[in-house]
Every structure is written in C-alpha cells, then in structure tokens.
C-alpha cells in the first residue's frame, strides 16, 4: 500500500494540529499557540517514538473518529481520554500512556476527555502539513497554520507521509493530579484594586466559565473591585496574564490570546501551573495562590524535572 | 529610556518608557526593540512594543529574570538613523454600507460627518504598534475632537478591512474579528497576508500613514 491516511468520521468538538508553537511574531499579532497541555503533548510524542517539535492532534472535551488506511502504525493518546479501537468485529477499550498498532481499516473512536478539557493523539510517523513561520500550529481565529487554519472537519482526510516501520511498543505508568489552587504572581495593576478586591483575588473560589476556548479561560465570581481605572493604555500581552475588565470577573490568557489589551492585569499564573490550569473543565472551581518570583522559579524547575523524568520512563 | 523593568510573571520582563505617550516616547521603544531582536539574545522568545512599554519574553528553562534584565539593562541602544520608516497611503470607501458608526460618531462628537471625515483625511498618522489581531495598526493621533470612546457594547463581528477610531487612535481590522471601535469606513487592501511569513504585515511600527478616500466603483475594481 503505498498511501496511509485517517478517514475522518467524527471530526470532534475541536481537533487542530499542534505542536510546540510559534515564537517572535507577538509584535505583529501572532501568539505562540501550539499544544495547550505541553507535558501531555511531549509524553505522546515519546510514546510514538517522535521528537519533541512533532505534530500532533489535540482535542478538546470529545475527540475525532477515524477510520485507517494503510500500513500499521503505533499511535498514543495521553490526557485523561475514553477511546476504543475497533479492529473488525472486536472492540477494544483504550488506555492512556500506552501505545496501540493500528492497522489497515482498524477505527479510532476518541469519544471524551474525562473532566479535563484536552487530550492529544501522537501516531509514529509524519502528518503530512504546511507549515507557517515554521510550525503546523493551527490558530483558528487568525486562520494561520496547517489545515488552512481550520479545525478537522468530516469527510475530510488526514494524509500520512512517512510511518515508522519499527513499531515499539511503550507504555507509561502515569494518572494527570489535578489541582484546586493555581499559584499566581502579582500583576503590573495590582495596586488598581481595592483591599477587598485583592482579598477576593487570593482566596475567594471562582468558577471557570463556558465561554472559555483556547484563547482565553473566563472566570465567574465575585465582583474584583477597581479603584484606580478600568482601563489601562494598550500593552502587550502574555499567556497565563489575568486581567480584570470593568464587570469584574477575570480573563486568564491561553495560548491563542490577542497579543495587545486594555485591561488591567492583576496577576500571572505560575509556569509551572500552566498545563494543569487549562485541564480546567467549565464549571469547575478554581482558587488562586500568591507565590513571589523565586519561588515560581523553583516551582517550574520541579514541575520541568518531573516532566523529564517522566519522559525518561517511556 | 526605560524607566523601570519589572517581572511580568515568571517569564517576562516588563520595560516601562514612563506614563507619556507620544511619537518620541515611542520611537525609544521601538528602538530598544530592534535592538533587542538583532542580539537575539539566548531564551528570548517574544517582543511585544506598544506606545509606552515593551515586553520581552523569554523561555525560563534558558534564562531567568535578573540575568535578562541585567542584558537590557546594559543593552546599546541602535541609534535612530538605522531606522527607517515606510509610508503609506491607504485607500478607504466610506458609503454607507462600510461607515457603520458615522452617525454615532456625529452624535457623540457633535460634528458633522463631512467635517469628522475632512478632519480625518488631513491627518497624517503614526504607526505605534501593531497587534490584538495579527497585522492590527495602531495609528495616531486623531486630534483632540475627533477622540470618542468605544462602543457601550462591542460588534460580535467586524467585517475584514474595517477602519475604525477610539480615543487618539485609528486602527484598522486586519480580518473579521470582535471589537468595539468606531467604524467609519473600509479598505480594499490586504494589510495582513500570512503566506508573507518574511513580512505578512503592511504597515509596521514607526512607518508613516495617510488615507484616501475612494469611490464605490474604485473600491469594487480593486477586487478586480
């Protein structure tokens, strides 16, 4: 067979290609994108025996159904995901951080995420994409990166150009913790709040809205009183930035975000707490922990050895 | 000169240029931001410069905070000779079907629409930043009358090509997007083109713009 692709029966709620994203283009509007969830993103790759820098398929909430065409292949999906693959009339239950031969006309029912938001599917070989300013990160709001900027959609076909014949299989021993409280930094506007603003930032549960996608998580709560300006002159933005407009309910910036912004920021979420902040399901509870500098320092090269170590598992 | 540089969170600098905005505040940071994107200095990963601050991004697994800003801090500024600035002249179609906000404009500056537009297309503009969207200018400034707010609630959509006024500054949308700015006309020119990837946006930091208004019929050929 000299042509191996994935039939697309389900498409999912949004499936782009990702991988580690795009770097020095914010000063003309482009973010970084790239995988959402960078620790799960890396152990797929792994799994499949890839590089770090290699595309794979991200899904959000329920994933894509695909259909095989060609060679055997070794795939992996990490996350917390229920899949099933159907070889035939036999259908098998999916398990996480492990790799999976798929082979000629075999399925690959990706049917949710588990109470987290994102889930990644690596396969041992190559997608065959366009790149933009090196990368097949698809931003679908700027219609930049591979697929034209689109999500999956149905019917369509996902090309395969060269597969790894060696096909190795791995496993990983690893369940995703999850955490209530996500460590921030003080913001450049935290002074434009009020005493009870400030109290209400650190330590007052918020909700994680439905209007959250990957360029922004939005918060419900309590009112964050300003009481200095609800708007500041517009400045550059970073991901894991919160900023609070004039309604009072905060916006964390996710990796899509708009590069510039008017609102006042009253923190940053921690490096090392960004994978695990963006798992966060709508309507899940979240609280917020001030931490300085250095210690954000030591919190990241922990969660980065942890990350490494995992890698030297598989 | 920077004034101050402070963390934004754990892997960003944030170099404030003082509370004034004006061309030459400006000017230093985009000074300081060709400066710092020619060093390319290890883990620097983004620069973001708007009218008065620059933000320097880095990767934390390669640099850290005070060893970046002891870089910066020590930086040699390019002089302003090097720098050189494009011009443009931007054609615009103000029938009414692309000015959506004119008549909110009259109301809201107590101006007729002849005059905003006279006052409008006199005006040569200057290029602060870019972004928000990808390719977004950010040009000013409008004159101290022709300033109005945002709208009470922004457009869900604002059509591609779009230019729009709020506050001293005009911008102009570079593709469909959300936003609250005052539209009072549009242009048939692609000023972001993502298969460019050496130079996807038209008009860029310090470069010089004017408009010019165009008729219907020219608007439509340009499409051609």
């Known amino acids: 067979m000299d042509k191996n692709y994935f039939e697309i029966l389900r498409a999912g709620?949004?499936?782009?290609?990702?991988?580690?994203?795009?770097?020095?283009?914010?000063?003309?509007?482009?973010?970084?994108?790239?995988?959402?969830?960078?620790?799960?993103?890396?152990?797929?790759?792994?799994?499949?025996?890839?590089?770090?820098?290699?595309?794979?398929?991200?899904?959000?909430?329920?994933?894509?159904?695909?259909?095989?065409?060609?060679?055997?292949?070794?795939?992996?999906?990490?996350?917390?995901?229920?899949?099933?693959?159907?070889?035939?009339?036999?259908?098998?239950?999916?398990?996480?951080?492990?790799?999976?031969?798929?082979?000629?006309?075999?399925?690959?029912?990706?049917?949710?995420?588990?109470?987290?938001?994102?889930?990644?599917?690596?396969?041992?070989?190559?997608?065959?994409?366009?790149?933009?300013?090196?990368?097949?990160?698809?931003?679908?709001?700027?219609?930049?990166?591979?697929?034209?900027?689109?999500?999956?959609?149905?019917?369509?076909?996902?090309?395969?150009?060269?597969?790894?014949?060696?096909?190795?299989?791995?496993?990983?021993?690893?369940?995703?913790?999850?955490?209530?409280?996500?460590?921030?930094?003080?913001?450049?506007?935290?002074?434009?709040?009020?005493?009870?603003?400030?109290?209400?930032?650190?330590?007052?549960?918020?909700?994680?809205?439905?209007?959250?996608?990957?360029?922004?998580?939005?918060?419900?709560?309590?009112?964050?009183?300003?009481?200095?300006?609800?708007?500041?002159?517009?400045?550059?933005?970073?991901?894991?930035?919160?900023?609070?407009?004039?309604?009072?309910?905060?916006?964390?910036?996710?990796?899509?975000?708009?590069?510039?912004?008017?609102?006042?920021?009253?923190?940053?979420?921690?490096?090392?707490?960004?994978?695990?902040?963006?798992?966060?399901?709508?309507?899940?509870?979240?609280?917020?922990?001030?931490?300085?500098?250095?210690?954000?320092?030591?919190?990241?090269?922990?969660?980065?050895?942890?990350?490494?170590?995992?890698?030297?598992?598989? | 000169m920077i004034k101050n540089i402070s963390n934004l969170g754990d892997a960003a600098l944030y170099c404030d240029f003082g509370k004034e905005i004006s061309k030459e505040i400006n000017t230093q940071v985009i000074r300081y931001f060709k400066t710092i994107q020619k060093k390319n200095i290890v883990g620097v990963n983004n620069l973001t410069p708007s009218y008065n601050k620059l933000i320097v991004s880095f990767d934390i697994k390669k640099i850290n905070f005070n060893k970046l800003k002891k870089i910066i801090d020590n930086i040699e500024v390019i002089n302003s000779d090097n720098i050189q600035n494009k011009k443009f002249e931007i054609p615009i179609c103000c029938e009414k079907e692309f000015s959506l906000d004119i008549k909110r404009l009259e109301e809201k500056l107590k101006m007729k629409e002849e005059k905003i537009y006279e006052n409008f297309f006199e005006k040569e503009f200057f290029c602060y930043m870019t972004g928000f969207i990808a390719g977004m200018p950010f040009l000013g400034d409008l004159d101290e009358n022709l300033r109005a707010k945002r709208l009470d609630t922004p457009r869900v959509k604002v059509p591609k090509g779009s230019i729009g006024l709020t506050e001293q500054f005009a911008n102009i949308y570079t593709f469909e997007s959300p936003g609250g700015w005052n539209i009072i006309g549009n242009t048939p020119l692609n000023i972001f083109d993502s298969s460019k990837e050496n130079e996807p946006n038209l008009i860029n930091p310090g470069d010089l713009v004017t408009f010019k208004r165009i008729t219907k019929e020219n608007y439509q050929n340009y499409h051609g």
């Open chain 1, 13 to 314: 709620i949004n499936s782009t290609f990702q991988d580690l994203g795009r770097n020095n283009l914010y000063h003309i509007g482009i973010p970084f994108s790239g995988a959402m969830d960078n620790r799960n993103y890396l152990l797929a790759n792994k799994l499949t025996g890839n590089d770090n820098n290699h595309p794979v398929i991200e899904f959000a909430y329920q994933g894509p159904h695909l259909k095989y065409h060609g060679n055997a292949i070794n795939i992996a999906i990490t996350g917390d995901v229920s899949f099933k693959i159907k070889k035939g009339d036999n259908l098998i239950d999916g398990e996480c951080y492990r790799s999976f031969i798929l082979e000629n006309n075999d399925e690959l029912d990706i049917i949710s995420t588990n109470k987290s938001v994102y889930g990644y599917l690596a396969i041992s070989g190559q997608f065959d994409l366009k790149f933009q300013w090196s990368s097949c990160s698809t931003n679908i709001q700027a219609k930049i990166g591979s697929n034209n900027g689109e999500k999956l959609s149905v019917n369509q076909k996902i090309n395969i150009k060269e597969i790894n014949q060696n096909l190795v299989s791995k496993k990983l021993n690893y369940i995703n913790t999850k955490i209530e409280n996500i460590r921030v930094m003080k913001g450049t506007n935290f002074d434009y709040f009020s005493e009870q603003g400030k109290k209400l930032f650190f330590g007052n549960e918020f909700k994680v809205s439905k209007l959250s996608d990957r360029m922004g998580m939005r918060l419900e709560g309590k009112k964050i009183e300003n009481i200095v300006d609800t708007n500041i002159r517009s400045e550059g933005l970073i991901k894991g930035v919160i900023q609070v407009p004039a309604d009072g309910n905060p916006i964390i910036m996710l990796s899509d975000h708009g590069t510039i912004g008017g609102y006042p920021k009253i923190g940053v979420v921690i490096s090392a707490d960004y994978d695990r902040l963006v798992q966060l399901t709508p309507g899940s509870s979240v609280k917020f922990q001030e931490v300085d500098l250095n210690s954000a320092e030591t919190l990241f090269k922990l969660y980065d050895l942890e990350t490494q170590n995992l890698i030297s598992q598989i």
